[in-house]
């Protein structure tokens, strides 16, 4: 097998473009100068001019692609799970020889980001994991993740946003190209998380392997999944912190921006490598 | 020549209040299993009368739903295999893309067909968005899965070699080997419904029956690309027998019993679609295309249909009346709906197996029964001496 190779290498800037990896051809932006930041956006996609974006610009190199499946990037039949997605990023980050990454995810994004980080940190540097899904807390009658795909529009709000009105839209008044987005996400969504819905049953098992600091973020009214699943989560992962977003639902990048890449620089520029080691602890005991 | 196989979804309509949705959600509290078992006997009874009168069988199966009590259909099937003497048993269908394990359905089918020696109808269906909420089977990949059942069941049933190895995209087996075999050789006929023109080609490339269920006048788009497709593969015509048609019938001995029954058998599109509407439409099922068109229009566009004369009605809310001009209902006096049914099989392309849904909604057993004898006495002769007129038909593009 021939190592991934990105074609189209694309040129910094405010401008969409794609970029194809390992023969996919991935829709994606980059902003700013600096530290590279992976950007995993949650299971409703991301408008890549939202506000959170241009913050971590300041400070970092953004760098959001569309996953697989979401917005115009492609995927093929043969990927159906989060841990063939978690394989495509690593061989995205291999692609593009990107180095100590800081990884942000949201939702969906953090799932994905775990799934990675379990696999291998060679080329990360830090996790930021956002109201994540991804592992199973409660017992087997005990639905730990909210089903959105139950859930009327407003029903969805109600439960997601600190401010249900944030997530209200106007349908009539999007392009085609938009609500095409809108139903590809949701499409994308359910081919990964509808079952076992929005978890791995392997993942909890395997966040001992995640070696590099790791921040856990999450908004304090989200009702999809709550603080409580978070700190569980959090547990997890050796030597992970956990902080609460007042003000903020389940997607507090949207609802704090702020706040949410305030949390995310500092963050960074507070705990180096030096921080964990980075072979696992229970690999340590073994050799001690 | 045409067959006439009569319908019903079994369903359990004494919970049928208010406005309450019917599938998915209702408490299975509001279930008396008393009246449940009265209500299948009769429907049981309304079969058996079927096979009495030449009519042939027709059975479906829906799930946690009201509307059908028929959850698992290989159980009326099997009953009827011994029970019955001479009906065709149509079953339409098996929803493969929802089901985990295709080795099962052969086994069942074989079985079937065997125990009725031979009078088996294998019907397939992608099935309704409401069943995937509750199989919690992905319905991103729905259609693959289908077709890989299928190709799986086919050669499940036409083996009778060494048992053989199966490791596909979706199922897996090392030692495929159905006991007993099928009946009829190299199995029983298949059928596949549809409501658009690419499964139509598909379906038409196998040489299948194709069945088109209460899309009245959009059939012709199918029924058009079905002919197409054997065009292109060197055949002339296809037989009637390849095209099957699905409406509700209500037969009365003078026009004004027939409305009455007609009144009682409109409840089942009425209640069919009363369900949360996230499960009407989960993601994947639809494609992005269609979603898009939703989401522009709203989820008003599903259960349209287009009249004859180019009105568009709901099948959810129109009236008796609506539903006759749509092609969805057939009602009046046995020389009226045998007229009704002629013109519009001859509309839209021309059926040999119409699938008459002679109980729904409200229709007592009595009126049920009275209804299916006077068009088995009365119709159904006629039909059976039925030949394909085509003529002027309305434009309506198959969705």
């Given at each position: ?31 700013g100068v600096g530290r590279p930041i992976l ?190 699943y978070g700190r569980t989560f959090c547990s ?53 | ?328 209902m057939f009602c009046g006096t046995p020389d ?64």
């Open positions: 097998m021939e190592p991934p190779t990105a074609s189209n290498p694309p040129i910094q800037g405010e401008a969409a473009r794609s970029l194809s990896i390992a023969g996919l051809k991935v829709e994606l932006i980059r902003k950007f995993l956006h949650p299971e409703s996609g991301i408008d890549l001019t939202a506000p959170v974006l241009d913050l971590l610009a300041e400070n970092a190199e953004v760098i959001v692609p569309m996953h697989p499946g979401f917005g115009s990037s492609e995927i093929p039949s043969s990927m159906s799970t989060i841990d063939d997605v978690a394989y495509f990023y690593l061989d995205f980050l291999e692609a593009l020889d990107l180095r100590d990454v800081i990884i942000v995810g949201v939702s969906l994004g953090a799932w994905i980001a775990a799934e990675m980080a379990i696999k291998s940190t060679n080329r990360l540097s830090h996790l930021v994991l956002a109201n994540a899904v991804g592992i199973k807390v409660g017992d087997r009658e005990t639905r730990d993740i909210a089903d959105i795909f139950a859930l009327t529009e407003q029903q969805f709000s109600k439960l997601a946003f600190h401010d249900p009105a944030t997530g209200e839209r106007d349908l009539a008044s999007l392009s085609d190209d938009a609500l095409r987005n809108i139903a590809r996400n949701r499409e994308a969504s359910a081919r990964f998380g509808w079952n076992p819905y929005m978890h791995d049953p392997k993942l909890r098992g395997r966040l001992h392997r995640i070696d590099i600091p790791t921040l856990f973020l999450w908004g304090e009214s989200d009702q999809i999944v709550k603080p409580e997890g992962v050796p030597g992970a912190r956990f902080e609460l977003i007042e003000k903020a639902g389940h997607f507090p990048h949207l609802e704090q921006p702020d706040i949410f890449a305030g949390r995310v620089i500092s963050f960074i520029n507070e705990s180096g490598q030096s921080q964990l080691s980075r072979r696992s602890p229970i690999l340590s005991q073994e050799l001690a | 020549m045409m067959r006439v196989y009569h319908m019903t979804e079994q369903s359990y309509s004494p919970a049928w209040k208010g406005d309450q949705h019917l599938r998915v959600s209702l408490p299975n509290n509001a279930c008396d299993p008393q009246t449940a078992a009265d209500l299948f006997h009769r429907y049981y009874d309304e079969w058996l009368l079927a096979d009495d009168l030449g009519l042939d069988i027709m059975i479906n199966e829906h799930h946690a739903t009201a509307t059908c009590m028929s959850s698992v259909a290989v159980v009326p099937l099997a009953i009827l295999a011994r029970q019955t003497k001479r009906a065709r048993l149509l079953v339409l269908g098996y929803p493969l893309g929802n089901r985990i394990d295709p080795l099962r359905i052969a086994e069942e089918l074989a079985t079937v067909d065997v125990i009725s020696r031979g009078r088996l109808e294998m019907g397939f269906v992608k099935g309704v968005p409401y069943e995937l909420p509750v199989s919690n089977l992905n319905p991103v990949q729905l259609m693959d899965r289908f077709w890989e059942s299928h190709d799986f069941i086919i050669k499940a049933l036409s083996s009778h070699g060494e048992p053989f190895n199966w490791e596909g995209e979706f199922f897996h087996y090392r030692h495929v080997n159905v006991w007993p075999r099928a009946y009829q050789d190299p199995h029983p006929p298949v059928w596949i419904t549809t409501a658009s023109k690419n499964n139509a080609k598909q379906i038409a490339a196998r040489g299948y029956v194709m069945a088109t269920m209460g899309t009245g006048y959009a059939s012709k788009g199918t029924y058009d690309a079905y002919k197409q497709q054997r065009r292109e593969m060197g055949e002339v015509e296809p037989g009637l027998d390849r095209f099957a048609y699905l409406g509700l019938v209500a037969v009365g001995s003078n026009e004004a019993e027939a409305r009455r029954r007609g009144e009682f058998i409109a409840e089942y599109p009425r209640s069919s679609s009363r369900v949360h509407a996230p499960f009407a439409n989960p993601p994947g099922f639809l494609s992005v295309d269609d979603n898009v068109r939703l989401l522009k229009a709203g989820s008003g566009r599903l259960g349209r249909l287009v009249t004859k004369d180019g009105r568009v009605i709901s099948s959810s809310k129109g009236s008796v009346q609506d539903l006759m001009d749509a092609g969805m009226q709906v045998y007229q009704q049914i002629v013109d519009f099989s001859n509309a839209i392309g021309g059926f040999g197996h119409f699938l008459a849904m002679m109980q729904a909604g409200f229709l007592s057993h009595e009126e049920t029964v009275d209804s299916m004898t006077l068009f088995a006495k009365e119709v159904l002769p006629r039909l059976q001496n039925y030949h394909y007129t085509p003529h002027e038909a309305p434009a309506v593009a198959a969705e």
